[in-house]
């Protein structure tokens, strides 16, 4: 039999989206991120905020990040920013994420075989 | 460093993470957790009532310490494959320093004694100043070398915060290893023909005295090389739990 893909958890993969979005704007370091992350989904994404650093580290070990340090303020601080790497894969999760959120969305809204739920 | 960060970096290293990663994690927690606190100050709490609001919002430790240990990218080769790096990877670093030394007793032995048949000695008598310092410095880098190789296996038990097991085999290998090395040197048959020299291991001699040498010898290795991460062990038992 044919293995079937799943999708067991459907927040995998939500916090590399983030971060690589918000980083291909601008560079930031960990502080920033969770702070705007929080600022502009409205706080309904509320992560803990030490837990960002291994993804961050990981990103960065896979090649999709790089990191600098830098002087602010006389505190050293280590910055973010997305690589060519990083950017192809911004866009495959952005393109699955779009996927699943449209055929969550069709489902929700009835589509051939439902009907919309009030 | 505060305690809770003292916790959580003993935990990282304990399930493995690389030392060098728990470090740069901690550095940033510990400036976010800065930044976190200023945060908190500014919205009017008071000082410790911040500190304790910012390491709520931090994260606890057990989701602190299981995002990083689920980053097996992180994870050191001492915990992935054990036995490369405490029993391989010495074993290869301590033939490497005893080729090393072969081609040191070489050169030795070419420039310094050009006509005598083997480097273990002048045939004209005992040797002087600067030949004297070379063959005796080269005589403290092959005793010395299985040592420093314990040494260094034993650092890197310590730093990651492993159980002795592995350790004790790469201690025992090297210290057999280093007990029945023997170099072996002499001259070619042909005239005017370049001095041979060669090396072999982990083989005791077939008399009950050879044995007996051997084995005292790798437990002078064994003893020096383990004292240190003893010391260690004990401090730590003294201070916490390893």
Known sequence: ?118 | MAKPFHELRERLLRAGVTPRHVRRYLTELADHLADLRAEEERAGRSRADAESAALVRLGGMDDLAKAMIEQRQFQSWCVRAPWAMFCLAPLCLLAGTYFVACVYLWFGWKIFLPGADTPFGSPTGPMYGFANIYFQAGKLYYFGAPVLVGWGIGLIAARQRLKAVWLTVGLVLIAWMGATSRIHASRTAVPGGLGHISMNFFTLGASGQAISDGLLHALVILTLTVLPYLIWRLQKAHSGPV
Not at chain 1, 5 to 22: K, S
Not at chain 1, 39 to 46: E, G, L, N, Q
Not at chain 1, 83 to 103: C, F, P
């Open chain 1, 1 to 118: 039999m044919a293995a079937r893909e799943t999708n067991p958890n459907f927040m995998n993969g939500v916090p590399e989206l983030l971060i690589l979005r918000l980083l291909q704007q601008e560079e930031m370091y960990g502080y920033e991120i969770v702070q705007a992350i929080r600022s502009r989904t409205d706080a309904v994404i509320a992560v803990g905020e030490g837990v960002v650093y291994p993804v961050l580290h990981g990103l960065e070990r896979d090649g999709a990040l790089r990191s600098r340090r830098k002087k602010v303020n006389g505190r050293s601080r280590i910055y973010y920013s997305v690589t060519v790497k990083g950017s192809h894969r911004l866009d495959d999760l952005s393109e699955a994420w779009t996927n699943l959120v449209v055929a969550i969305q069709k489902l929700l809204t009835g589509g051939q075989h439902g009907e919309a739920i009030p």
